[in-house]
């Protein structure tokens, strides 16, 4: 099979017939697993064209939108092909996306298909203004855009959608109003409950202020055709002005059910893809959902998966950050998805476990696996006691219940330790292990895995009524060299546990209502039970795991105030627990995944 790769898209290529492809087609073994798709889906064109215009909404808004469809000798074929298409927050122009298939996905033209990208509205070269963020009226845009697409005369009426981050989030959205004709959706790093994703633990994260560009920028935007001086863009930009700031909007909204004048709503609920999952139920559209375990959102993806049993559905996470994955064909994951439920391929895509992921080890050796099943919190864990010393040096994980009295650790919250220069907000923070108490786990005498949730349950007081606690997992080499797993955090005076009303994996829920506010009173004792995000994990031989708790993070909008101080408690009647779920699943195997396009 040629490769593309490399290639410039929009090139001027020999034409490859779709009768030599064929023939071509027919001498490669087909080869259908994760990171790896060959000779199912023959390469038909090697030109595409591209056509820019305006989509007017039902109340009249003008969307703008690129098609991307296969052409010969520079011109369109007429010939009907299936449509994938991204509701964008600028088309063209995602800097953030740049590694992912988010960004490749035109390619697919050359193999029968039109891409289609529509810039949000209030967004890009788009009129209008954006309420919120994902929005319900975005969700309506969606709707109309998938039906439009399904009835044009070079459209199968097989519609699929796929984003990456906020594009994901808005491919989630577009389920929710079930469009007749939407047969697929390929995601990745979304927040099905915006809640949880932004204010994870009720704490917000330096990163969570969504996508928000100046005038200058969107005018950096490609106009549509016919729009070459850029009166149009101008006059959509402008319109961008009364758009809704979104770091405004958030810092609005502390609690779960918080009320924002700026959108008129309890906008956490609307904004939450995961607030119409019995819609999206109903729908039973096929949902391919992709993740990184350095990706603050892999909990989410994990969530929605697991709340959606009736829809036909696959979930990948990989050793990457947020919409990042430069060393995998993960291309090859959204073209065989789309194949099967687009073209009817029978290429074994959906016959696979519907889990895969990657196991990272102590020294950078990633081994891919298939799973039946992800248990969340439903599985056996090793629990790990916080033995304390009241002097701040030697604490640690023992095996053992804890059966002294009154046993407590003081620790002077200090300004947190700066990530490096060009450390991804979006992945797990960067160490802090010299900021805090360090409870050392015990030396390993084997190789040693933990995949799934982390649990933490900690015996705090402070003198902050308004305090923050975090936990890092981190994995020690025997030279005293740490690296970070995994890490939890909690806002203390939402530290209330209460029943999900969704699927949420058995872990830990804080309901983070503004009923649930229960400021800290001085050297009070209340216990934080927290789950850390999802990780996969082989501590090797001669190291040991490490529990790592401060009470500040780099991320965090919080500078500590001088003189705060966290208390941690672990005694017979008070045990603070780290829980760590230990093994292998059952149900995994390993697989050979090849990483690069073939």
């Known amino acids: 099979m040629t490769s593309f790769v490399q290639r410039v898209f929009l090139s001027v290529a020999v034409l490859v017939t779709a009768s030599a492809a064929q023939a071509q087609a027919a001498e490669i073994q087909k080869v259908s697993s994760p990171g790896r798709y060959e000779g199912y889906s023959p390469l038909l064109y090697s030109e595409s064209k591209t056509t820019s215009s305006y989509f007017k909404a039902r109340d009249g808004v003008r969307l703008a939108m690129d098609i991307h469809r296969p052409a010969v000798n520079g011109k369109v074929v007429e010939t009907p092909y299936p449509v994938v298409w991204q509701h964008a927050a600028s088309r063209r122009v995602a800097p953030d996306q740049r590694y992912s298939a988010v960004r490749q996905m035109p390619e697919l033209v050359k193999y029968g298909y039109v891409v289609v990208e529509v810039d949000r509205r209030g967004m890009g070269a788009s009129f209008g203004t954006r309420r919120g963020y994902n929005d319900r009226t975005e969700a309506r845009d969606a709707y109309d855009i998938t039906e439009w697409l399904a009835t044009q005369s070079w459209s199968t009426g097989k519609v699929g959608v796929y984003g990456c981050s906020n594009t994901g989030d808005a491919a989630m959205h577009s389920i929710s109003k079930i469009p007749p004709h939407l047969s697929a959706v390929f995601a990745g790093c979304f927040s099905w409950i915006k809640y949880d994703g932004f204010l994870r633990g009720g704490i917000f994260a330096n990163w969570g202020s969504g996508v928000e560009r100046s005038f200058e ?119 065989r998805f789309f194949d099967y439920w687009l073209k009817g391929i029978d290429n074994g895509v959906m016959a696979e476990p519907p889990i895969t992921f990657s196991t990272q080890a102590s020294d950078g050796g990633v081994v891919w696996k298939q799973a039946k099943e992800w248990p969340g919190a439903r599985r056996s864990y090793v629990k790990q006691y916080l033995n304390v010393s009241s002097t701040g040096a030697d604490q640690t994980l023992t095996s053992k219940a804890v059966t002294a009295k009154s046993k407590s650790v003081l620790l002077d919250i200090k300004k947190p330790i700066a990530c490096p220069a060009g450390w991804n907000p979006q992945a797990n923070a960067c160490m802090q292990s010299d900021n805090g108490i360090r409870f050392e786990g015990p030396k390993l005498s084997a190789d040693t895995e933990v995949t799934g949730h982390p649990l933490v349950q900690l015996w705090l007081a402070s003198n902050n009524p308004d305090q923050n606690v975090f936990a890092y997992l981190e994995d020690v080499a025997p030279d005293g060299k740490a690296q970070m797993v995994t890490e939890g955090r909690l806002k203390l005076r939402l530290r209330a546990e209460h029943k999900p009303p969704y699927e949420f994996l058995g872990l830990p829920w804080h309901r983070s209502l503004e009923a649930d506010d229960q400021p800290l009173y001085t050297d009070e004792v209340v216990k934080a039970k927290f789950d850390m995000l999802p990780a996969s994990h082989v501590f090797q031989k001669g190291h040991h795991w490490r529990l790592t708790v401060t009470g500040s993070d780099p991320r965090e909008r919080v500078v500590p105030t001088a003189g705060t101080y966290l208390r941690i408690v672990s005694d017979a009647q008070k045990p603070s627990v780290f829980e760590l779920p230990v093994g292998a699943l059952q149900t995994s195997q390993v697989l050979a995944v090849q990483s690069k396009k073939p």
Not at 239 to 261: I, K, V, Y
Not at 286 to 307: I, K, Q
Not at 311 to 316: A, F, G, T, V
Request: with cysteine.
């Open 217 to 335: 920028e969107d005018m950096l935007n490609p106009p549509v055709d016919g729009d070459e001086d850029k009166k149009l863009l101008r006059q959509a930009v402008e319109e961008h002005r009364d758009n809704t700031p979104l770091a405004t909007l958030w810092r609005g909204m502390p609690f779960r059910d918080s009320w924002s004048d700026l959108v008129n709503a309890r906008f956490w609920g609307e904004g939450s893809a995961g607030n119409a999952r019995d819609a999206v139920a109903r729908s039973k559209v096929p949902l391919y959902v992709f993740g990184g375990w350095f990706d603050d959102f892999r909990r989410e993806g994990l969530v929605s998966y697991a709340g959606l049993p009736n829809n036909p559905r696959k979930i990948l996470i990989g050793p990457w950050e947020h919409c990042r994955n430069p060393d995998f064909y993960l291309l090859g994951e959204a073209h």
